[in-house]
């Protein structure tokens, strides 16, 4: 199920068979590797638990990752940022995933476009123009 996009190829199971840590994700990128990140709450998303939305980062498509709690060693699901988003990765339990999946599903198709956007051009926005995206995300 490998998808190219723009030279990003989407791997599910790149990291053998679960959802890397954020921090073996960052660990992963070259010393050249530029990305910008948020940590999306509740009270921004409409979603219980953290969203980590990114730049562009690593070798796949555009996508976010879900958090019960924050940290960078925290399991996670990462949904493709796309118009019928999906699972992608998880390393969550499946209770945990089952819970959760659809409304981080539901919240990510509502704003995939924006998403999108911040993906592929964030990494030259301005702090202005991050807090103005952040604050036009709609929440479910």
Do not use: C
Not at 10 to 23: F, S, Y
Not at 45 to 73: A, C, D, E, N, S
Request: proline share 6%.
């Amino acid at each position: 199920m490998d998808t190219d996009l723009m030279g990003f190829s989407e791997k599910p199971a790149v990291w053998t068979d679960r959802e890397p840590t954020l921090d073996e994700e960052i660990g992963a990128l070259g010393d050249e590797d530029i990305f910008d990140m948020a940590n999306l709450v509740e009270s921004q998303t409409g979603v219980p638990g953290i969203i980590t939305i990114t730049t562009v980062m690593g070798q796949h498509g555009p996508r976010v990752k879900y958090f019960l709690k924050p940290g960078r060693h925290q399991p996670s699901f990462s949904v493709a940022v796309a118009s019928t988003p999906r699972v992608v990765a998880n390393s969550l339990s499946d209770r945990d995933l089952k819970r959760m999946a659809s409304d981080v599903i539901a919240w990510v198709a509502l704003n995939h476009e924006a998403l999108a956007a911040f993906w592929w051009d964030g990494a030259d926005w301005t702090s202005p123009d991050v807090q103005t995206f952040i604050a036009g995300l709609r929440k479910v």
